[in-house]
Each structure stands twice: as structure tokens, then as C-alpha cells.
């Protein structure tokens, strides 16, 4: 007996119904999303689980469209609830990036750009030169939330992955209501197309940037029996896009560089404040507490104060002292504050400063760039926004030195007031005072004194804006991600720069001086810094998303309406562009007589670049032996999902159309040659899309009976999938891999496609029940 083609290699039944899989470009890994909401990665031995993303509230819970980046190593996913777009490290469930969209996505496609030219490749090599310009950027701390550990051995560097290859890959969105954008690299968007009406069902961008075709489904809403839907195939013009290839590259890579940087400072200020909340729980609450509890009249400063002039305290301050606080615990909160501060001390030196300042220098040479009109005005450069842009991270840079000063002086302020008060405990627990610890200068107590009354006037105004009696700590105002100025901010008074500059009328107005904003938080400067440079990378997408015209575009067909109630995982048409560029395919499935034929209509491009659209019917004729017994009437196969495998193949799953209980679905490849024989290569029904045919046919199901078919019988390349009412299949020829997913949407079947040899198969599986 003959082997069945194609060697399983896995099978599960899964307890989620998935709704999306697509196998990774570079290994045996294929990402799943399920009606959960969660995103799985799974191994194509035996289905093995790599990871799984569950759903969560800041993401989303509705995953709509799944892509990998071409390298493999970032998988994006697209979630309709939150219309956000999430990019995902492959090497654990972490979400690396994400943005948001103004629609729900339906389709995502990432795409690679092949296109060679000499000032690309020296770009390519060239790209390295901010590498030896600026300091490598510090690894982020693994595990934000115990300070004391983060600036343990275990660091992360996952936020450079973002980057990935210099080489242009492009990820391209489709929504519904005619929504499509295409992001550089996956994070800077550098097309908004307009134009193109209905929701987005299938897309795909030519490696050469030259075209981009999509198929849309439009509702019908005036008709009022039932809304019908169109499938329309739009050929979009991409021209600046390609033309100006080596700029858009250069542009868009300095964009990823932006935004790569924007995220590292902000998951840096994430680790700041989680080194802060720490210290602050603790002290706040203790003395808040102790306001609480107290009866006397006397306020805790003068309390303080008392026990600092004549070292005798009350006796409420003492038992707040001595059971709330107590010795050890006064050493412990002294030194929890002492740690903390300087974790985000060093957080600010190495992470902020160093991040800020390659974000200048990106910044710099972008507006080098856009100074460069002859290249770079065309595709929206501005350089008057990318100077704002670079004015704000100035004023950030100036906020991150505030907080190091005030953290400096805070410092040095609880040092000596923690001194002072586990002196004045020790005393009153009448412990053993070390000589070196009693030595108080006058200078000293000044301190102490200064600090007191700065810290611990009570402040009612405070009490009712934030619940708090005391403002003792200074740093965390600056980490506050809230829209409030701050409590205290810097004092300047005496401060000779400042007078310098209040007294120059010229100086006051000079771009050369980053605007300082004294009454803000380091949040807020932050914010306002993304929000600018968000504001001057916006042009370029509107300037080329404008540019882009559609060159051609024709009605496919009515879907019915009396549809399978099966959710449809993946709605044909699948797009693809041949490497040359010169034949495009667009592959559907129509509907007839309750069997469904697959549709290929070839858009031709000869030299001349006159354009030729065939399309051709192609039908199964029975091929399965074991059916002979009945009238050899060559029994159709209705196709129920299609996907391109390589440049010459197409996968299908087919059922028998005259399906009774028992009978087997089946994976098959179907080569493109067998169609597209030399003898009869102009069978093709040619769509001419002028206006005196568009009258004639409005869509192309009502002239289904001209197109002729073709009905191919296959030899080897098909296998039966006993027990299972496939559905759908997701393949990846360069893997040679398929993954058949059934119609309940549980059961899944991996195949590796391509088995060199039966006879050495058959010897492993031997082996294997052995």
C-alpha cells in the first residue's frame, strides 16, 4: 500500500476554540490565538506548548489578526476591544511594544523589503555608527519590584530586540471601514491610506514596495432584505514609497530608534517608582497614624521640636516612639529610605540620562535629514517639529537633574533627622549611648531644626487634596503619573542663574534654552516630550499615505447569505505576489450549486506595463480510489480553506460535495503548473476592467458560467484525514509544515509536508513503536 502523503507529526485537542494560527518565518513555531483572548506559541513536535500570553485588561481580550516579523523573533497581534496593537517577545509571553489604532484590525500582514541597491547595502552597513557614537544603553532591572535587587547580576535586554534587522520590514494593517496603515519596522507608521472603502478581509504589500493589493467586504446597508457584501480587489499604487526606498529606509529606521528609546525610558521611570513606593508606604503611614491617634493640642512639629531643644518628649511622642516606631524599626526605615533613593538615583544617572541623550542624537540627525529637502521633503520631513521635538527632551533632561538634586539634599536631610531620633530613642529606652553617636554640633541641630520645619508643618490644604498630614518626602512628587503640579516644588529663591535670567529680556525668549517647567512633575514633562514627538513623526504617514492612488479595481462577488454557521476562521481571498512582480495572484472561493470552486485570477504585467487580468475556475476531479465501486462520474470537491505554500503550490482542505455521514475530508497541495499548462495558457477568461464591460457584468458570480474551468486530478500530493472534519489549514512552505484545524475548532493536526523519502519514514515510525 502507498504511504499517505505528508507525515503527521502532532495532534491535539485543545480545551480554547482558536481562532487564529500562523506558523513563524524562521522556526518550527506556529502562535495561536484562542475565543479566550489568550495567545499561545506551540512547538511543532508533538504540539508541545512554548508559552501562553493569557488575556489582560490593559491589552485587550479579543485578539482579530496574528503576524510575525519576518526575522521571527517578534510576534504581533492585533485585539479589537482595545483596538490596540501588541508586539511580543518570541522568547517568553512579554509584551515589548504596543500601540494604538484608530479601528478594529481584520488583517495584518509583515512584510520584508528584497529590493537591493548600493545606497541601501552602504546604509545597511553604515547603520551601526551611533553604536560607536553613544554608550551601549544599561540592560533594564528584571524584577522592578524589589529594589534592593535591582541592580542584581540578572539583566534584561529585551527592549533592544525592538530594533531587530536593519533591513526595511514593514507591518501593514487593515480595518474595517477602509482603515489601512503600514508601520516601518513594525512601530513607526509611515502610511495612512485612504481611499479604499469597506472592511479590510485580505492584504498584501509587493517586496519591492511598488503595490499593494487588498480585498475589502462592503456592506450594503441601503438594501433593506438583507445586507449583502461585496468583495472588491483594489490594486493600490505605492509609488513614493519605492522610489524614495533608501530615504524611507534611513527615516524609518531613525524612527525605530525614536521610539525604541521612548519606550526604554518609560518602563525606566516604571522602575523608579517602584523603587519609591516602597519607602513612602511606610513613613506616611506611620506618622499619619500618629496624628491620628493623638489627642494633645500641640502639632508634631513642635512635639519634634521639644524633644530637640530641652531632649525631653512628651509622653504620646514617646509611645509613639518607642511601641509604634521602636529602635529597630527606625533603623530599618533609615535604611530602606537610604536604599531606595539610591536605586532611583542610579536609575536617573544611567537609564534616563544615558536614554535622553540618544534620543537627542537621533533626533539631531533626523533633522539633518529633514534639512536635506531634495530627498527627504517629498516624504514630509519636518524640521521645524523634530525641533520641538528636540527642545523637549532637553526640558526632561533638566526635570531627571532636578530629582537627582533633590534626592542629593533629601538624602542628607534624613540622614542627620534619623541620626538625631535614634540617639533621642536610645536615651529614652535608656540603652547605652555610643560616644560617637552623642556628638551634636550646632550645626547639626540647625539641620535638624530646618528639617523639621520644612517636613513637618502640618499642612490641612495637603490633608484635603491627597488624605496625607505631612509632606516629609520630596521625591515621590516628581514620579507621580498624575496631572497635579507639585506640592513643593524647588525653591529658586537666591538662585543667581535664575535671577540672571529673570532680569535679560533676550535670554527669556531663546530657543537656545530648553523652557524649564519648576511647578511639574517628571511624568508630566515626560508626557508632554512623547506627545511632541508623536506630533512630528505623524506628517510623513499623512504625506505618503496621500500618495497613494489605486490604479485598479474590480467587484468580485456576492457572499451568500445563508452562510455555514461554522465561525470562519480564515476568509479567503488570500493575496500573494510572485517574486518577479510580474504575475500577481488573487485566489477566492465562490459559491455554486453547493459547490465551492477556487478562483485564481492572474493580473499579468508584461514589459510594457500594460496589465492583463485572467481568471480560471478550478474544480477536483475524483481522485480518490476508493469511490471508483460507484458511477466514475468525476465527483467534485468543494474547497473549504486555501493558502498559498510556496510560489508554485497552493494547500487546500476539500470535502466531498455530495458529503455523507462517513465521509473523509482531505489536504491536498494543488501546483499552480498543473492549472497553468503551456498548451492551453490563454484559457483564461481575460477581465478587461474598461467601462463597457464594468456595465455589462457588475460583479463577476453573475457571469460565473463564462469562466472557464479547469479540473484537476492529483496523483500523490493529497491525504485523507480520517476522524476529523477539517476546516481550516495554516501552512508554511519554507518550513514545510501545514497545521489542520477542525470545523469545532479544537482539534488540531500538524503535518510536515515535505518527507524526502517514504521508505525512511516508514523505518523511523518503526523505531518509534519500537
Known sequence: AAMPAFRQVGEKQLPQEVVFMAWSPKRDLIALANRAGEVLLHRLANFQRVWSLPPNENTGKEVTALAWRPDGKILAFGLTDTKRIILCDVEKPESLHSFSVDSSITYMHWMEVTEESSVLTSFYNAEDESNLLLPKLPALPKNYSTTAKIFSEEKSDEIMKLLGDVRLNALVLGGSCGFIEIYA?????????TGVAGACRGLCLSSDLKSLSVITE????????????????????????????????????????????????????????????????????RLTKFVQEKNTTTSVQDEFMQLLLWGKASLELQALLMNQLTVKGLKKLGQSIESSYSSIQKLVISHLQSGSEALLYHLSELKGMALWKQKYESLGLDASGIEEAITAVG????????????????????????????????RMSEDHVLPELNKMTQKDITFVADFLTEHFNEAPELYNRKGKYFNVERVGQYLKDEDDDLVSPP???GNQWFNFLKNTTHLKESPLLFPYYPEKSLHFVKRQMEGVIDQC???????????????FCMSLYKTSQSE???????????????????????????????????????????????VSNGILAVEFGNFLSNSVNETSDSRCYSCLD??????????????????????????????????????????????????????????????????????????????VLENMKAQYVSVNGIRKVSCVLSSNLRHVRVFEMDVEDDGEAEEEEEEETT
Request: glycine letters at 2%; aromatic letters at 10%; a negative charge.
Open 185 to 193: 519596522y513594525g512601530m513607526f507608521k509611515i502610511a495612512t491610506v
Open 218 to 285: 462592503i456592506q450594503d446597508s441601503s438594501d433593506s432584505e438583507a445586507e449583502i457584501t461585496y468583495f472588491q480587489a483594489s490594486k493600490l499604487d505605492t509609488s513614493l514609497l519605492s522610489s524614495y526606498l533608501p530615504e524611507v529606509t534611513r527615516m524609518a529606521r531613525k524612527f525605530t530608534h525614536i521610539s525604541t528609546l521612548l519606550q526604554y525610558i518609560k518602563l525606566s521611570l516604571t522602575c523608579m517608582c517602584e523603587a519609591w513606593e516602597e519607602i513612602l508606604m511606610q513613613m506616611d503611614s
Open 395 to 426: 526640558s526632561f533632561i533638566l526635570k531627571a537633574n532636578e530629582l537627582l538634586q533633590v534626592i542629593d539634599s533629601s538624602m542628607k536631610n534624613f540622614k542627620a533627622f534619623f541620626r538625631w531620633l535614634y540617639v533621642a530613642m536610645l
Open 491 to 493: 525653591n529658586t529663591e
Open 537 to 551: 513623526l505623524q506628517k510623513p504617514a499623512d504625506v505618503i499615505g496621500k500618495s497613494v492612488h489605486q490604479a
Open 564 to 610: 455555514d454557521s461554522t465561525p470562519q476562521l480564515f476568509k479567503l481571498p488570500f493575496l500573494w505576489n510572485d517574486k518577479t512582480s510580474n504575475i500577481h495572484y488573487v485566489l477566492f472561493t465562490m459559491l455554486e450549486d453547493s459547490i465551492s470552486k477556487i478562483y485564481i485570477l492572474r493580473r499579468h504585467t508584461d514589459t510594457s506595463r500594460s
Open 642 to 719: 486555501a493558502h498559498f505554500y510556496d510560489d508554485e503550490t497552493v494547500t487546500v482542505v476539500l470535502k466531498e460535495s455530495m458529503e455523507q455521514e462517513g465521509k473523509e475530508r482531505v489536504l491536498a497541495q494543488l501546483p499552480l503548473s498543473s492549472v497553468y499548462t503551456d498548451e492551453d495558457q490563454d484559457r483564461e477568461l481575460v477581465w478587461d476592467s474598461t467601462k463597457r464591460y464594468r456595465k455589462t457584468f457588475s460583479k463577476l458570480d453573475e457571469q460565473s458560467g463564462e469562466i472557464p474551468t479547469c479540473t484537476v486530478v492529483l496523483e500523490n500530493q493529497w491525504r
